[in-house]
């Protein structure tokens, strides 16, 4: 049984169990004492909203670096923080460090859609991206820090036949591998959102749609900072504006890193750094990766009137869309990478032009909405279109990479499985498939069948 | 927008161009080890910084072109022929 404080206890619903099933944890009981005391709650909420909010604690320490720590991770993203806190929580390693050099979640983080689900089609990535969906419908709960996942569906457009089989096929997929799926008709597809555009002349003409009901976003912010809190409540270091500027190797092991703030040694070391796999990588010699490195942007319009209650995308050739409406009201959504290498964290006004007309091609009520901000990501674009959860030729080095459009819905999931491999040295069944070298073994999960191109995936 | 100074054409939005990746990679001998062949398919140095790459002027004069350009600042360096016969007629 998960242990937890009497006061989370009685928060928790009783299906509270994570999906892996029963474990133990090892808790230091001072580090359980400050978990309770620090604990988010309706009464804590109550408590403080008549004492004016002065009696919140910060929701982590900032600490001094230690020399030493059993394991340090590099990357303070979701990725990273979520995997510190499954080290702590799951395995009862908490002699940790995330060392991240700007703050928790400045990177894909607070960059990407927001989107979760788990529509994937190989039989590896339904296993993980149904795993993940599992822990974001209990993650508020379980880190006792609202997320705000909300499950509020997400339809995939089809526009042709051809796309529609294709799409037939990944609802049998997706229910023989126990994951919720629909196959909507076009007047189902218009009964749940009537503002589409069914026309007969329509650029993208709507045939239906492919619908997952517990698909949904989350705040991307919120799972940053929630997995930080828990994390340091399991007595793990986190160590802002601190940036790794070397990785120490004595014979072939890695055994530490350097930093800005001094050298920090480590019994292990994770990588979960996404975007800028292949600098960091190169500080341990690993100086070529199946990855290449590409820019994606994103936008957000001005706060509207509750106007989509739903996740909508589609993919057509010349078009790729998804959008959601945020719950401060702006219409968030993206579309294509830019299709070249870029590391640079900043948009370009043709890729602008294109989602713009990708988002007016199916819902022409946008078309007077004013756009608040747009801005760009750098996604480690694999070469197979599936991330890299693996061991490396570095002894102790770990690498969590390659997530191309898809790491933020696989968060918990990511840190889970990775906290996983680390702990115990090995890959458990399901992460094996990830493996670095699965390329050369003639094993990718190529999810869109579109060969080694990195653009394309 | 990137513009690119096509040797052809000259400056041209990167629009009007394909992007072809790293211009690095060479392929081995057809029969040349299992090891080889997925290094050159699958492996790649992505480096943060200057990088060597192909862009086909595909609204333009077609051709493919080998371009230098930063990836982290974006800032454009050399822009030649692919084709080594067309890169050495120009120089000529």
């Known amino acids: 049984m998960v242990s937890r404080s009497p ?142 996942f909300s499950q509020r569906g997400q339809l995939g457009l089809f526009h042709t036949p051809a796309a529609r089989d294709a799409q037939a096929k990944r609802v049998n997929t997706m229910i023989a591998n126990g994951i919720d799926a629909e196959l909507l008709d076009r007047e189902q597809v218009r009964a749940m ?75 292990k070391i994770g990588v979960a750094v996404a975007g800028s796999t292949g600098h960091v990588m190169g500080m341990a010699g690993i100086e070529r990766l199946p990855i290449e490195s590409h820019k994606l942007q994103a936008f957000v319009s001005e706060p509207l009137k509750p106007l989509l209650d739903c996740v909508i995308g589609y993919g057509a050739p010349g078009a790729h869309f998804y959008i959601s409406q945020s719950d401060k009201g702006g219409m968030v959504f993206g579309g294509d990478l830019d299709f070249y290498n870029s590391y640079a964290q900043r948009g370009n006004l043709p890729i602008v032009q294109e989602v713009a007309e990708s988002a007016l091609a199916i819902m022409p009520c946008l078309g007077r909405v004013k756009l608040l ?27 969590n990479a390659g997530w191309c459009y898809g790491g933020f819905k696989a968060t918990p999931a990511s840190g889970w499985h990775f906290a996983d491999l680390i702990a115990n040295e090995r890959p458990d069944e399901l992460t094996a498939a990830f493996s670095l070298d699965r390329f050369e073994r003639g094993y990718a999960i190529d999810e869109k069948g579109m060969g080694p191109t990195p653009k394309l995936h | 927008m990137i513009r690119i100074n096509c040797p052809f054409c000259g400056m041209r939005d990167h629009s009007e161009f394909s992007y072809g990746g790293d211009a690095t990679v060479t392929y081995p001998e057809m029969d040349a080890p299992e090891a080889e062949w997925a290094e050159a398919v699958y492996q790649r140095t992505n480096p943060r910084g200057p990088h060597k790459e192909y862009w086909h002027h595909v609204s333009g004069c077609r051709a493919w072109l080998i371009v230098e350009r930063n990836t982290l600042t974006h800032e454009m360096g050399a822009v030649t022929f692919a084709h080594a016969g067309l890169a050495k007629a120009v120089e000529g």
């Open chain 1, 193 to 267: 959102v009537p503002h589409l555009d069914y026309s007969e002349n329509a650029r993208f003409p709507i045939i239906g749609a492919i619908y997952q009901a517990r698909a949904g976003t989350a705040r991307h912010d919120a799972v940053a900072w929630g997995f930080a809190r828990a994390a340091d409540q399991l007595g793990v270091d986190i160590l802002q504006q601190t940036e790794v500027t070397g990785i120490l190797r004595e014979g072939g092991k890695a055994v530490g890193v350097e930093t800005s703030r001094g050298t920090i040694r480590a019994k």
């Open chain 1, 7 to 148: 006061l989370l206890a009685n928060y928790l619903p009783n299906n509270a169990m994570s999906p892996a099933g029963p474990m133990t944890i090892l808790i230091p009981s001072s580090v359980m004492e400050r978990a309770q005391m620090s604990g988010y709650s309706v009464w804590s909420v109550l408590r403080e909203g008549l004492r004016g909010q002065t009696g919140w604690d910060r929701a982590w320490r900032d600490p001094q670096p230690k020399t030493e720590y059993d394991v340090v991770i590099i990357g303070g993203g979701g990725h990273g923080l979520a995997t510190a806190y499954y080290l702590a929580k799951n395995h009862g390693v908490t002699n940790v460090a995330v060392v991240e050099k700007g703050w928790l979640g400045g990177g894909n983080t607070g960059r990407n859609t927001t989107i979760v689900r788990s529509n994937y089609v190989q039989p590896k990535s339904t296993e993980f991206y149904e795993h993940s969906v599992k822990l974001w419908e209990n993650l508020s709960h379980d880190l006792n820090y609202n997320v705000m």
């Open chain 1, 373 to 399: 901000r747009h801005w760009a990501g750098i996604m480690d674009m694999s070469m197979d279109g599936t991330h890299i959860m693996s061991k490396t030729p570095v002894e102790n080095l770990y690498l």
